[in-house]
Each structure stands twice: as C-alpha cells, then as structure tokens.
C-alpha cells in the first residue's frame, strides 16, 4: 500500500518516521514544492553561509509530556543542544518552565532526521488529484503523475485552495479551510566579513516594526563561520507590507534600520531577503479537529498546525500522529504509537 505525505515540514517528516516505523507494510512517498526539508523550519544555504531563516529555536514546555520522547530522540542523535546564551526581551509566553534547544545544523536538520531513508522527490508541487476506483492519480507542476493508495496533505491549509482537488474539496471544508490564517513575516540573512562587536545576547526581540528580532546565528549554531545575523519584521509591518513592497526594498530597509540601530556594525558582505507569506497560524480551521477527510476512499486527508489549536512542533507532532491513526484506520493496520516503538 503506496501512501504520499505532500510536504516535508515538520509534521509531514514526523508522520513519515512514524508511519515507517509502526506500519512498515507501507511505501511512504514524500513530495515537497521547496528545493529543501524543513518548511518554516527552513535553514538558507548560500555558497559556504548558511543561516536559520524561519524557525529559530524549540522550545520545550517540561510540562509537555506528550513531546518529551521526541526531544530526548533528538538530543540524544545531536541533533538538537540546549540553546547556550541570553534571549533579551522574550516574549512572556516564554516565562516559565521551559527550556530551549537549537540545531547545530540548522533548524531543518529536525525533519531531515525524520525523513532519513524516506524517497523525498523536492521541487515537486502538486496541482491536481484525481480519484480513480481505489487510487489517486497525483499530479505535479511539470505535468508528471502518480498513482496511490492514499494521500496526506500536511502543508498549510490555505494551499490546499489552489489544488485541483477533483470536486472532492465539499463546500463546507472550502468555507473552513478560507478561514484558516497566518501571520507573515519579512526575514533578511546578513553576512558579514569583518569581526562584530561581541554582544552579551544571542537573541534580542525589539520594540521596532522593520528589526523586531534579531540573532547571531553563528553564535546561536556555533558553525565558527563569518558573523551572520538573521533578522526578522514584526508581524504588523509584514501584514501592511505584503504585496505592496518587494522582499528586496524590504530588505534594504531593515539594513538603514539595523544601522539606526546598532551603528558599530561593519557593512554587510552580503544581504539575502526571504518573504513568508504562511508564519505561523493565527487563526485555524474552526473547532482544531487536527485532520480533514478530504475523500475517505481512497483516502485523501489534511492534517498539520492549521488544524491545531495551537501552533507550534509539539502541536505538529499532535498532529503527525494523528493522520498516522487515521491511516492506519483505513487500512486496518494496528495503532501503535512512535514511542511506543522506542521503549521497545
């Protein structure tokens, strides 16, 4: 039985291991539009730098104990190490028992280990499903297609809307998934050739729309490479901003901002402008149901943290194991959970 994950962010990489793990009669397949694993956890490789552009950290409630095992997993494979240095200004949903961890490797490096020994085919955006008997007929942007026994959507839910979804999209669910929204954000890479001043913060949130959050990624990652710095605009300024400048003029204003800001910095050797338009959920699909049938045989399924209360990579890991109960339904696989298979 032949399943297809589309996307290969942090829920979709989860699902996968888990699927691959507790339901090995399965051939798992993973799509993804992106040149690379990650999603919103993305990490920018240009020439020798490389830089967190989405996601800076984890944060690990210890109260969460639904996540526990995933984070032992991952810090005991290195993946992840607590984060060493000072936060400046963190957000008051961070005061509190909690703990907070970054990857060496960069923040995609979390759903590259989940998706390791998985067939991943990246620059693959789909376009159009079609049901036919007990198969989907899957096809992608450069007209190629596909045939499985079910398929799982975990990207966000507003780009579900641009699929061809064969009418199996009800009305209802069309409604829903329309009010599903996200905050955008502008982020700018810049790499620097000369030495910085050193600076008593890894991480500084601002009370400034352009520079709201900025982090020596170098420091945060400890890669030993030229200074480089991620920033990222508020919300606010990227909601007024969005279609009405380019990621280039925005970028060439959070350098005059930065300037104001820190005027001890050397010129940058390079500055790389990123857009999300999907930050992160704001407001998801009503109720949080965690997944949607899109078609129930075959299965065609949507899952991910724009069904979820809450949006974060424990509520994606939620969401993960959800779709995987949910296939295992449809194909009368026993439901064993991920970690489950670990203290085994």
Sequence with gaps: ????????????????????????????????????????????????????????????????????????????????????GKIINAPTKYDGDCTHYVAQKGMNSLSKYFLSGTNVFYGTKVTSLKIIGDKVEVKNEQGRSAVFDAVVFTIPAPQLLDIDMDNK??????????????TPRFSLMVVFEEDTPDYDWVMKYHDDDICRFIVWDNVKRSHGLDPTMLIHSSALYAVRNTDVKTKEEVGEEMLVRLKELYPELPAPKKAIPHFWRYGQVYKPFPEAPGLVDINKN???????????????????????????????????????ALHEIRQS
Excluded at 306 to 329: G, P, T, V, Y
């Design 169 to 182: 999209l009800s009305p209802e669910t069309r409604e829903s998934i329309a009010q599903v929204k996200f």
């Design 298 to 336: 075959p299965l065609v399924i949507a899952g991910g943290d724009s069904f979820m209360r809450i949006s974060n990579l424990s509520m994606c890991a939620r969401a993960a194991e959800m779709l995987a109960n949910r296939i295992k339904d449809a194909f009368n696989i026993p439901k064993i």
């Design 1 to 84: 039985m032949s399943i297809l994950i589309v996307g290969a962010g942090f829920t979709g990489s989860v699902l996968c291991k888990t699927l691959r793990a507790t339901a090995p009669e399965l051939v798992v397949t993973v799509w993804e539009k992106s040149r690379g694993a990650g999603g919103r956890q993305a990490t920018k490789r240009d020439g020798e730098h490389s830089c967190d552009i989405g996601a800076q950290y984890l944060t690990h409630w210890r109260s969460d104990e639904f996540f526990k095992p995933y984070i032992r997993e991952l810090k005991s494979t290195n993946v992840i190490k607590q984060l060493k």
